[in-house]
Structures are given as C-alpha cells and as structure tokens.
C-alpha cells in the first residue's frame, strides 16, 4: 500500500530532551516536506526536501533540523524542544507535480 | 508578501451545492491544489489546478483563475461525510517548489 510512515503518533516530552519523528514514504517521491498544524493558523512549513540532500527552510524552521540521507526518509530533529512547538506534525511527500500523500500525524507535547 | 484567503466556516444542506472560494497571491506559482481533512485526521489531495479553467471529478470539481489569484471548490449532492475542512494550498515555482497553505474551510452539512 502507497504510504507515509511517520512514528511516533503521540509523543509527551520535557523541555530540552532531544528527540526525533521519523518519516518514511514507499512511493519513490522525491519531494517531502514537514508541516506544524496549529488551531486558527492552518498548516505551515517547517522544512522541504526536493531530494536526496538537498532540503531548504520553510516558513516556520527556527527549532527544528531535518537530513535527507536517502530518498525514503526524512526525519524531523528537535535538539532542544521547547513548549511553543507543542504542536501536532505532519510529514507529506508527493512528486514535482502531484498532490501531497500526508502521514498519520505525531501530536507533540512539550512541557 | 505571500498569502491565501478562504472563509473560515460554511454551513450547507445535505443534497445541496456549496462553492469554497481560495484568494491567493504568492511569489511564483506552479500549481493548485486542494485537500480535504476531517477531524483528528491527515489532510487528503482532493485536486490540482495548474492552468485556468474547470477540472472535474466525481462529485467535486476545481476552478483556476490565474489573472485574478483565484480558486474554488465546487461539492455538488452534499453528504454528511463532507463535513470536513477544506484547505486551499499553492505551490510556488522557486525556492524548490515550496507549498503554502490556507488556514482552511470547515463545512458542516446539515440534514
């Protein structure tokens, strides 16, 4: 089945904790990007990849680190969470063309 | 600046027409698409519109009007299960193809 994988779904950390929401798509798409979802402000990106190595900032990129070692996986780093990235985050990729293929979506807590 | 508009909320009936309208003005443009995304759930590509014009499917179709920044979904034969949000997102031609989104539509269908 065509899907994005991301883990985990729901994630409760503390402040400063490092931690990663890993993402990985079986559709050989070369384009994957990461998005916050916050009430009254929709979804906005944090990162994008346009392929392997090569990724570029979004709107909203301050706090976060993302590597695209191949072309399946595109992990979402917070070295050092904050409160303010409580949020609940989604991974997509699609092709150069396409619609985007969403993940389930991780519900980030930081306290 | 870069920007999408669309009305927060709509209320329609069960078996009527409704029409979503997305204003965008953004730095290049290379597509646009719209998703739908019920509660507690990941958006899902419902259209993509990259030249002016009507692009139908089933009961859903999307208008473009380049000139004018402009965009509408159009739900004939409502149901209830399209009481979702409807998010209007452009995809720019620089920067690697970078997608904004609106902040969404939610659409109550009522009986």
């Known amino acids: 089945e065509a899907q994005v994988t991301q883990n985990p779904r729901y994630l409760i950390t503390v402040t400063g904790k490092k931690l990663t929401v890993t993402c990985s798509q079986n559709m050989n798409h070369e384009y994957m990007s990461w998005y916050r979802q916050d009430p009254g402000l929709g979804l906005r990106q944090i990162y994008y990849?346009?392929?392997?190595?090569?990724?570029d900032k979004g709107d909203v990129p301050e706090g976060y680190k993302v590597s695209r070692k191949e072309k399946r996986n595109f992990p979402l780093i917070l070295e050092s969470p904050s409160p303010n990235q409580t949020s609940l985050y989604f991974c997509?990729?699609?092709?150069?063309?396409?619609?985007?293929?969403f993940g389930s979506g991780t519900r980030l807590t930081v306290v | 600046g870069q920007n999408i508009d669309q009305p927060t909320e709509m209320t329609a009936t069960e078996g009527a027409i409704v029409q979503i309208n997305c204003t965008y003005q953004t730095s290049g443009f290379n597509g646009l698409f719209w998703y739908q995304q019920h509660a507690g759930e990941a958006p899902t590509f419902l259209s993509y519109n990259v030249l002016d014009g009507l692009e139908e499917k089933g009961r859903f179709s999307s208008f473009l009007s380049r000139s004018k920044g402009y965009s509408y979904l159009l739900l004939k034969e409502l149901q209830m299960k399209d009481s979702a949000s409807y998010l209007c997102a452009v995809r720019g031609n620089t920067g690697g193809f970078k997608t904004i989104f609106g902040a969404g539509t939610r659409l109550f269908v009522k009986a």
């Open positions: 990849s346009m392929n392997v190595e090569v990724t």
């Open positions: 997509a990729s699609s092709t150069r063309d396409g619609g985007y293929t």
